[in-house]
């Protein structure tokens, strides 16, 4: 079932929201090389322990940290590590937080340090696509058609969408239903009504689309390699426009 949330629901989920923004800015200005992935975990752990909220992640299915940093080709679930982030690598950052019994959760990736240009296309595409599926997320349209947009738009540049990972509902379970998928037809599934919340996040890889867990059982690398990039938006669904909750505009 897709819970539909009430006005004052989603303010809870557009406050938690505004603290994985605020979280994200800390920690794009905390990442050069040098940094290990353990010392972003702990920045963004004390942010948002100190704003009266938790990291929604930290023991999700016994998840051991408080965000998750993916490096290079890890695709998403990355687990921070002593290990230091290098000049010419992309990092993504995936962050929750819980806030008064209600999620917020948001993607991004970052260089570290000057990167290629195909790495900069990469990340700039894998936005852009995210928006490019939010603008089909309006009442009355299907699912799909957001998933459709994003494929779209990726396959266009010649990148591929991760497909064993997929986005999701949202509100005071970090993962509810729907699933929603980067990829396939439009037309299908269920029809958007306002109050649904969804976090939307297109997983973008520079080569094939497979994917493969390493043996810590979470960190999510692609196959072939390849660089992958994140992006994500807790997002609601309005009579209007969707309104963004992971994103704090001033
Ligand atoms: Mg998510």
Avoid at 16 to 27: C, D, M, N, Q, Y
Avoid at 70 to 86: D, F, M, Y
Avoid at 167 to 182: A, D, K, L, T, V
């Amino acid at each position: 079932m897709i819970t539909i949330k009430s006005t004052k629901q989603i303010e809870y989920m557009r406050h938690a929201g505004s603290i994985v923004f605020e979280t994200h800015k800390r920690l794009e200005e905390a990442i050069k090389p040098g940094v290990t992935t353990k010392e972003l975990d702990i920045i963004a752990e004390k942010y948002i322990l100190s704003q009266g909220a938790t990291p929604s992640f930290k023991g999700y299915n016994g998840f051991p940290a408080n965000i998750c940093t993916s490096v290079n080709e890890q695709v998403v679930h990355g687990i921070p590590s002593l290990k230091a982030l290098k000049d010419g690598d992309i990092i993504s950052i995936d962050i929750g937080v819980n806030y008064k019994g209600y999620h917020g959760d948001a993607a991004r990736t970052h260089p570290v340090g000057t990167i290629s240009e195909q790495a900069k296309k990469l990340i700039t595409i894998t936005r852009e696509s995210f928006y490019e599926g939010m603008r089909y997320a309006r009442e009355g349209n299907r699912l799909s058609d957001i998933s459709a947009a994003i494929q779209q738009y990726v396959e266009k540049q010649r990148y591929s969408v991760v497909r064993d990972l997929v986005g999701h509902g949202i509100g005071s379970q970090m993962h509810e239903e729907p699933q929603i998928p980067n990829y396939g037809k439009a037309g299908r599934g269920p029809r958007l009504r306002a109050g649904m919340t969804l976090a939307i996040e297109p997983m973008i890889n520079m080569g094939k689309y497979q994917v493969k867990v390493l043996p810590d059982e979470w960190t999510v690398v692609t196959t072939d390699g390849s660089l992958s990039a994140h992006y994500e938006n807790t997002i609601a669904i309005t009579h209007n426009e969707p309104a963004l909750l992971t994103q704090v505009t001033e």
